[in-house]
């Protein structure tokens, strides 16, 4: 146990759909991260928040919408995704961004888009 | 931005020997080298971290080593266990603003034959 839950675990939509997936750091972090990890590829970093507020995007298409309300949750709404979407998307927290420690990942929602 | 390459991709080890993974950076401003093992339906955790005020750093059968002036870092892992097959990520942190935030290796899936 990690401190960081995501949920779901598992999720299967269609590519018409519209679905948000959730994470939730019990740390007391600051930063809040989303990356991508498809099969046979690099952790890809997608945004970046500190104190709710987002420091980064790393291009990725507005089909994914991240939210933060605050400094313990984290959303990602999808909508209108592609088959090439599918992958493991993680979440991970650090005690913020300017800081270099450790992050803490979530054990990630498998997404399967049909 | 920072750069890390990662080698091998693949390594396959028998039970008792021991594993060398390595790891170049790019940006001589990072000062902060986590390795963390991600475990088939698990996000990443962090096994071990070095900063690059220390050449060296041991936990049990697990060291890292940093070469600040060659650029680059390795994890050894001596004595090894099945329990320790997993995928492998080395990373580095730039210092300053945005500390935080790693860059990550391709990963290296280890394999250890009992």
């Known amino acids: 146990e990690t401190g960081v839950t995501q949920t779901p675990r598992h999720l299967v939509m269609g590519m018409t759909n519209k679905k948000s997936l959730k994470c939730e750091q019990h740390l007391g972090h600051n930063a809040m991260y989303w990356y991508k990890q498809s099969a046979k590829k690099p952790l890809e970093l997608m945004f970046v928040?500190?104190?709710?507020?987002?420091?980064e995007n790393n291009s990725v298409p507005s089909r994914f919408s991240p939210e933060c309300p605050n400094s313990s949750h984290l959303f990602l709404h999808l909508h209108t995704l592609q088959p090439e979407d599918s992958a493991l998307y993680l979440c991970?927290?650090?005690?913020?961004?300017?800081?270099?420690?450790?992050?803490?990942f979530g054990p990630g929602t498998r997404l399967t888009v049909t | 931005g920072e750069n890390v390459e990662q080698h091998p991709s693949t390594l396959s080890v028998q039970e008792g020997d021991s594993a060398v993974i390595k790891c170049t950076y790019s940006d001589s401003a990072s000062n902060y080298f986590p390795w963390y093992k991600q475990e088939l339906g698990k996000g990443p955790q962090l096994i071990i971290d070095?900063?690059?005020?220390?050449g060296e750093k041991k936990d049990q059968r697990i060291a890292v080593t940093l070469n600040k002036t060659a650029k680059h870092f390795s994890l050894h892992i001596t004595e090894t266990q099945p329990e320790d097959s997993a995928v492998y990520f080395c990373a580095a942190s730039l210092g300053g603003s945005g500390a935080g935030k790693s860059t990550f290796g391709d990963g290296t899936t280890l394999t250890v034959k009992p």
């Open positions: 928040y500190n104190f709710k507020e987002q420091t």
């Open positions: 991970a927290s650090s005690q913020d961004i300017n800081s270099a420690y450790e992050q803490y």
């Open positions: 070095i900063r690059s005020n220390v």
